[in-house]
C-alpha cells in the first residue's frame, strides 16, 4: 500500500487466484471413491465459522456486561437485565428450565456398589446428616405465556416479590430459638408499653435476659464474661427504664443492686454506689449495697471501716429525719432497718461488748421504764461509750416502739413466734440474706400451732452442732447465764410498755418458754430446777397482775398443753369462758373482746382435735364450735337440725364479715388475736367435722379468692388461711393416706410458698412431708425449684435440711437387694449434695453470703470428701464471708494445720476482742 494516493494505481498489486494450491489438492482425490459435496455447504461452514466468531465476541460482551451490572442492580429498583436472543439456528438450544435429573449423579446399584463400615459409640450420640435444602426446594409455578417455547419457566422481580417467601438461613441451628426469643421480646415491649406500672412484667423481661445470654453463649461465639457483662449490662438498661415510671420501688431497685453486686468489682461498684448514695441520700438499699460493697470485699473488710460507714448512714439518716424533707415514720423504719444490720455485723463479727452495750442504751434510751423523780437519771448527764455514741438515735414515733422492741429481741436471738413472712417484711427483718448464722433462726418449727406433729429428727440433730457462742442451748459454760439475760430482758420489756405493746411482748414471752419446755422434753436444752421454778413464778406473778386478759391465759393453757397436761390447758380455757356467761361472741360490743373469747375457742376445738380420743373429742369439738355460733351448751351428740342452724349462722357471720372492708392491721396485731380470722377458721372446722377436708378446702378457696378480689392488702390474714389450709389437708392426710390428697396438698403448698417463702410453718410442713416416706409428695427436683425461686435465704436453708433429711432416711433404711448391705456410701446422693451445695453458694444466689450454709457445706465436705477439697471450699466460704467469726473458729476443725494463717486474717480483720467460753471449749479440745 503506498502512502501517497497518486501512485496508489499504479504500483497496487491485482488480486491472483494461486492455482497451484488447487493443484496441491489434487492428492486428496481418489478416483475410485468420489463424494458428492454440494457447494452450499462449504458456504455454510464458512458462514458459521464467522457467525461463531461473531457470538463468542457478544458472549464476552454479555459476560463484561453481567459483571458491571452486579453493582448496577443493587442501585437500581427496576430489572434491566436483557433477555436473550432468540435461537438462529437449531443444532443447540439454551436450557431455561429447571430440571433435577443434571444435580443428580447415577448410583451403582447392587451388588456392583461397594460396602462401607462404620461404627458408632455408646457413649457418642449418633447425628443424623444435616439436609442442605437448595434452591430448587421452592415451587416456582410457570408463567403462562402462548408466544413460544422461549419464555417458559421466565421469572421477573415483581413475581419473585408477590409470590416467592422471603429466604431465611434456616440451616442455623438456633434459628427456632432466635424467633421465639424476638417474639418473647416483642411481647415484653407491648405489655411494658401498655403497662409501664406493672413491676412484675419489669422483673420479669429482666430474668428473660438469662435465657437470651444462655442462647448466645450456645449458639454465639465469644468470651463468657464478657457476655456475663453485656447481659448485666442490658438489665441495668431496662431497670433504668423502669425506675424512670417507678423510681421508688423496692424490688426494682433492689434487683439492679443485686445485678451490680453480681457483676462489678469491688472498687468499681463502690464508686457507682458513692454516686447514687449521693445523689439520694434517703434510700435505704443504696445504703445497703454502699456498706456491704466493703463488708463482703475480701480486700476492703475491716470492722472499723464497716462501722463508720453504719455510723455515717446512720446520721446522714437522723439528719433528713430532723429536716422533715421526707415522713418521719418512713425515715425512723430505716433507721431501724439499719439498725438490724449493724447489730447482725456486730454480732457475727464477735463484738458482743459493742452490740449488748449498743442495745442496751436503746432501750434505756427509748423504752425505759417510768420511775420516781427521786430515781430519775438526769438526761443531760447520761454518758454513752465512745464507740457506740454516733450509732444511737432517738425512735420518737410512737409505732416504732414496739418494732424497736422486736428488732433488739431478735438480735438476742429470740426468734420470732410464730415466724411468718408477713410478720418479718412488716419489722424490716426479711431482706438481709446473711442474717442466718445460728440455729436458732429455725426454732419456731417446735411451736405447735395447729392438731398436727411436725417434729423432725434432723432439725434436733443439727440444733446442737450449728449453735454459735453465745447460745441457750447447747450445755457449755455460759449457757445458764445468757439464758437467764435474755429472759430478763424479755420481763423489762414487758414492764416498760404498755397498751397492745405490753400484751404483744407478754406472748411472745410465753411463747419462747413454750419453745424451751418443748426443747427440753425432747432432750435439747437443759435447765436447772432452779431457773424452771424461776419462770413458773413470774408467770404466775404475770397473769395475777393481768387478771383480765383472757390472751395470756389462752398462752398460758397452750404452755400446759406442751408440758403434756392436756386436761389442764382445757380447764383453764373453759373457766376463761365462764367470765362472759355465754353471751354470744357477735353480739359483743368490744372488738377485743371478741377476738379474744372467739380465739379461746379455736384453741378449745384444736386441743380436742389434738387428744388421742378421737371420736369422743371430735364431738367435744363440734359442740365448742355450735355454742360459739348459737350460744347453746351441748352434752351429749348434736342433732341434725341444730347442725344446720349452725351451719346457716357460720355461713351468715362470715359473709357479713367480707362485705365489711377488713381494717388495716399493725405489726403489734400479728401477735395478738384477729376476730375475722379466727371465725373463718371456726366456720372451716365446722365443715371439716360435719361435710369432710373436700368442702372444707372449697370454702377456704373461696374465701382467699373473694379476699384476693376484694382486699388484695389482707397479706397477714391470707398468710393465716393459708396455714389453716395446710395444716387441715396435712393432717387428713396422715390420718387418710389413701385418700389421694397429696397432690391437692402439694399444690397448696406450692402457691403459699410462692406467696409467704418466710413462713416456717408452711416450710416445717413440705419438710415433714418428706419425712412420712421417699415416695410420697413431690419430687426433690420440684421442691428444689420452688424453694430456689423464692429469693430468700430461709427456704434455701430448708431445702438443705430436706436434702440431708433424705439422704439420712435412705442410709438408715434402704438395702440394696443384690448385696443385702444398706446405703451407707451411696455416692449418687453425695454428688447430689454436692452439686446442691456448689449451686446454693454461686454467684447469682442469694445464699452465697449466708454464713450457715458455708458451714453445712463445709460439714458435708468434712465427712463425704478429702481435706483438700474442704480446704478450698473454706477459703471461698471465708472470701464471700470474710466477717463471719465462726468461719474462723471452724477453721480449727477443718485445717487445723493452717491455724497460723487463719490468725493472720482475725487480726487482719480485728474481729476478736474476746473470747467466749465456747470458743475456749475448743480451744482446749
Known amino acids: ?128 446428616p444435616r439436609k442442605f435444602k437448595r434452591y430448587y426446594r421452592l415451587n416456582l409455578e410457570k408463567t403462562d405465556d402462548k408466544s ?126 458513692n454516686k447514687l448514695v449521693d445523689k439520694e441520700q434517703g434510700n435505704i438499699i443504696y445504703w445497703q449495697g454502699l456498706i456491704e460493697s466493703r463488708q463482703c470485699s475480701m480486700s476492703h473488710c475491716n470492722t472499723p471501716t464497716v462501722i463508720n460507714l453504719y455510723v455515717k448512714c446512720l446520721s446522714t439518716l437522723h439528719q433528713l429525719r430532723r429536716s422533715a424533707k421526707l415522713e418521719k415514720v418512713i425515715l425512723e423504719e430505716n433507721i431501724l432497718r439499719m439498725l438490724y444490720q449493724c447489730g447482725l455485723f456486730l454480732k457475727q463479727s464477735g463484738l458482743f461488748e459493742l452490740l449488748w452495750t449498743l442495745l442496751r442504751l436503746y432501750l434505756e434510751l427509748n423504752i425505759s421504764q417510768d420511775r420516781s423523780d427521786g430515781e430519775c437519771e438526769d438526761p443531760q448527764r447520761l454518758v454513752f461509750p465512745e464507740d457506740v455514741a454516733e450509732l444511737i438515735h432517738p425512735i420518737t414515733m410512737p409505732g416504732n416502739t414496739f418494732k424497736l422492741t422486736a428488732t433488739i429481741l431478735t438480735l438476742l436471738k429470740i426468734p420470732l413466734l410464730p415466724c411468718r413472712h408477713s410478720t418479718m417484711k412488716n419489722l424490716g427483718l426479711d431482706y438481709v440474706p446473711w442474717a442466718l448464722d445460728s440455729i436458732e433462726t429455725v426454732l419456731p418449727i417446735f411451736l405447735n400451732l395447729y392438731p398436727i406433729d411436725l417434729t423432725n429428727k434432723l432439725f434436733i440433730n443439727y440444733s446442737q452442732k450449728l449453735t454459735v457462742g453465745p447460745q441457750y442451748l447447747k450445755p457449755l459454760p455460759g449457757q445458764e447465764h445468757f439464758l437467764i439475760f435474755i429472759l430478763q430482758i424479755i420481763k423489762n420489756c414487758v414492764d416498760s410498755l404498755t397498751g397492745y405493746e ?102 378449745l376445738v384444736e386441743l380436742h382435735l389434738n387428744s ?74 365446722f365443715l371439716y367435722l360435719t361435710k369432710g377436708v373436700i368442702d372444707c378446702g372449697a370454702f377456704i378457696e373461696n374465701t382467699l379468692s373473694e379476699m384476693d378480689e376484694k382486699y388484695p392488702e389482707t397479706v397477714w390474714e391470707k398468710e393465716v388461711l393459708y396455714e389453716f389450709y395446710v395444716a387441715v389437708l396435712f393432717k387428713n392426710c396422715l390420718e387418710n393416706s389413701g385418700a389421694g390428697l397429696f397432690k391437692i396438698l402439694d399444690d397448696v403448698l406450692k402457691r403459699s410458698i410462692e406467696q409467704y417463702p418466710n413462713n416456717i410453718f408452711l416450710l416445717s410442713v413440705l419438710a415433714k412431708e418428706h419425712t412420712i416416706n421417699c415416695c410420697l409428695g413431690q419430687s426433690f427436683w420440684k421442691v428444689k425449684n420452688i424453694l430456689m425461686k423464692t429469693g430468700h435465704a430461709l427456704p434455701n436453708l430448708f431445702l438443705v435440711l430436706i436434702a440431708n433429711q433424705k439422704v439420712s432416711d435412705i442410709q438408715e433404711n434402704w438395702i440394696d437387694t443384690f448385696t443385702g448391705e444398706r446405703f451407707t456410701e451411696y455416692v449418687g446422693l453425695k454428688n447430689r449434695m454436692l452439686s446442691l451445695f456448689r449451686t446454693l453458694t454461686s454467684a447469682n444466689m442469694c445464699t452465697r453470703r449466708c454464713g450457715l450454709i458455708w458451714r453445712l457445706y463445709l460439714q458435708f465436705l468434712h465427712e463425704s470428701f478429702d481435706p483438700t477439697l474442704c480446704r478450698n471450699v473454706y477459703y471461698c466460704a471465708v472470701e464471700e464471708c470474710p466477717w463471719l467469726k465462726a468461719l474462723y473458729i ?36
Open 1 to 128: 500500500m503506498s502512502l501517497f494516493p497518486a501512485y496508489a494505481t499504479e504500483n497496487e498489486p491485482k488480486e491472483t487466484v494461486n492455482e497451484n494450491s488447487k493443484n496441491d489438492e489434487a492428492w486428496l482425490s481418489l478416483s475410485s471413491f468420489t463424494i458428492d459435496v454440494e457447494p452450499s455447504i462449504a458456504g455454510r461452514c464458512n458462514t458459521l465459522s464467522v457467525q461463531s466468531g461473531a457470538s463468542s465476541s457478544k458472549y464476552n460482551q454479555k459476560l463484561d456486561s453481567k459483571r458491571r451490572k452486579r453493582k448496577e442492580k443493587r442501585q437500581h429498583k427496576e430489572d434491566t437485565s436483557k433477555t436473550p436472543p432468540a435461537n438462529i439456528w437449531d443444532d443447540f438450544q439454551i436450557d431455561k428450565t429447571r430440571i433435577k435429573q443434571y444435580l443428580s449423579v447415577d448410583t451403582i446399584s447392587r451388588p456392583s456398589v461397594p460396602k462401607y463400615r462404620r461404627t458408632f459409640s455408646i457413649f457418642k450420640k449418633r447425628r443424623s
Open 148 to 273: 413460544g417455547s422461549d419464555n417458559e419457566g421466565k421469572l421477573v422481580k415483581k413475581d419473585l416479590s408477590n409470590k416467592v417467601p422471603k429466604v431465611e438461613n434456616e440451616n442455623f441451628t438456633g434459628f427456632k430459638q432466635e424467633e421465639d426469643m424476638t417474639q418473647t421480646t416483642a411481647f415484653y415491649n407491648r405489655s411494658l408499653a401498655d403497662d409501664p406500672n406493672n413491676v412484675d412484667m419489669w422483673l420479669k423481661y429482666i430474668r428473660f435476659q438469662d435465657m437470651v445470654y444462655q442462647f448466645e453463649k450456645t449458639y454465639r461465639k465469644g468470651s463468657i464474661a464478657k457476655g456475663q457483662r453485656v447481659t448485666a449490662e442490658r438489665k441495668l438498661a431496662i431497670l433504668d427504664k423502669g425506675l424512670t415510671h417507678l423510681p421508688y420501688n423496692e424490688r426494682l431497685l433492689r434487683e439492679r443492686l443485686n445485678i451490680c453486686v453480681s457483676v462489678y468489682p469491688a472498687d468499681e461498684l463502690h464508686e457507682q454506689l
Open 502 to 603: 405490753k400484751t404483744a411482748v407478754s406472748v411472745w414471752w410465753l411463747r419462747f418458754q413454750r419453745i424451751l419446755y418443748v426443747l427440753e422434753s425432747q432432750g435439747l436444752v437443759k435447765m436447772p430446777n432452779s431457773l424452771k421454778k424461776q419462770m413458773k413464778s413470774e408467770i404466775k406473778t404475770l397473769l395475777k397482775k393481768e387478771a383480765n386478759n383472757v390472751v395470756l391465759y389462752k398462752e398460758y393453757a397452750l404452755l400446759e398443753q406442751d408440758l403434756g397436761n392436756i386436761e389442764s390447758a382445757i380447764n383453764i380455757l373453759t373457766t376463761t369462758l365462764t367470765m362472759y356467761n355465754d353471751t354470744l361472741v357477735d353480739t359483743m360490743q368490744e372488738l377485743d373482746t371478741k377476738a379474744a373469747v372467739c380465739s379461746v375457742y379455736r384453741t
Open 612 to 685: 388421742p380420743l378421737k371420736i369422743y373429742n371430735k364431738q367435744q369439738a363440734l359442740n365448742f364450735l355450735i355454742k360459739l355460733s348459737l350460744g347453746k351448751t351441748i352434752t351429749g351428740e348434736s342433732t341434725e337440725d341444730l347442725l344446720n342452724e349452725t351451719a346457716l349462722k357460720f355461713k351468715h357471720i362470715t359473709l357479713l364479715l367480707l362485705q365489711k372492708e377488713f381494717q388495716p392491721i399493725t405489726t403489734v396485731q400479728h401477735f395478738l388475736p384477729h376476730f375475722a380470722s379466727d371465725w373463718i377458721i371456726c366456720n372451716a372446722w
Open 890 to 925: 471452724d477453721a480449727a476443725i477443718y485445717i487445723p494445720a493452717e491455724l497460723p494463717q487463719i490468725q493472720d486474717l482475725l487480726i487482719e480483720k480485728q474481729l476478736r476482742l474476746h473470747v467466749t467460753p465456747e470458743e475456749l471449749n475448743i480451744m482446749r479440745n
